[in-house]
């Protein structure tokens, strides 16, 4: 893909940099990043990714914009109030970049579409909000062998990995079984600060476009907890589980199914 002098003005401040350069450039606007979730955690991951430059954008969501969204879900604005946020994310995203293709899925994700919906993604960003979506988006980047990079956000805390099928754990060997649904409050039940999400998102945004092109050091195996309170960040190290059996090398074995009886959120609802 070669770039248009547009672009060469646009993406100025990128091309500068060594480690980025025309090339890494050209590979983000041939990049496929596909997003779950257009909330708190989607808002700046989607608009720092498609302000980069990622060529095609892919959003799931099922929900529709509430006003309750608007403390923490900058991606949206009161006059979308009642439109459906993948609707709404798309217009925020082609206002801010026309070089973006933006490809929604309003809907659920499931046993019967995660497998056609994540084919062909180079990256997932995983801004999910409750245990059944987690694992299902685990077990079928698995077995497709595709990266991702895991946010969560609680009260005033917030998570960032990134799962690499290929070179390192995953969201089962860090979780094999799902806590109890009492251990897990929503946002509506425990809160969360506002700012928060932009915190985490902007790390996940980075760390995608880290494996898009090549540099630095991902959060293979690596979990950041950020405690706002006490602005903090704390390093814990992440093993592959040998008792895991949903693994890269076992992909043929792996069925897509879905954890029952579980609906509420992993964390807070982003």
Same mark, same amino acid.
């Given at each position: ?118 084919e ?66 929503? /946002? ?19 760390e ?16 950041i ?37 579980? /609906? ?7």
């Amino acid at each position: 893909m070669a770039i248009t002098d547009a672009q060469l003005e646009r993406y100025a401040r990128h091309i500068i940099l060594d480690e980025v350069g025309e090339e890494g450039q050209e590979a983000l606007l041939a990049a496929r990043v596909l997003v779950v979730g257009a909330g708190g955690l989607g808002a700046p991951v989607l608009q720092y990714l498609a302000a980069a430059g990622v060529g095609t954008i892919g959003i799931v969501d099922m929900d529709e914009v509430d006003e309750s969204n608007l403390q923490r879900q900058v991606l949206h604005n009161i006059d979308r109030i009642g439109d459906r946020k993948v609707d709404s994310a798309k217009k925020t995203l082609t206002a801010l970049n026309p070089d973006v293709n933006v490809v929604t899925y309003d809907t659920r994700l499931a046993a019967d579409n995660i497998m056609s919906i994540l084919e062909g993604y180079d990256v997932v960003i995983d801004g999910a909000d409750n245990f059944p979506s987690r694992y299902l988006l685990n077990d079928a980047s698995v077995k497709l062998g595709i990266p991702v990079v895991h946010g969560s956000i609680f009260r005033f805390e917030g998570q960032i990995t990134v799962f690499d099928p290929r070179n390192g754990p995953t969201y089962r060997d860090m979780l094999p079984e799902p806590p109890p649904a009492e251990l897990a409050p929503s /946002c509506a039940e425990a809160g969360v600060l506002g700012v928060l999400p932009g915190i985490v998102g902007s790390v996940q945004a980075l760390e995608a476009i880290k494996l898009i092109l090549g540099v630095g050091e991902p959060l293979r195996g690596r979990l950041i907890a950020f405690d706002a309170l006490e602005m903090s960040f704390r390093e814990f190290k992440l093993r592959v589980d040998p008792g895991n059996e949903v693994t890269w090398e076992k992909r043929d074995r792996i069925e897509i199914t879905e954890l029952e009886g579980l /609906c509420s959120p992993a964390l807070a609802k982003p």
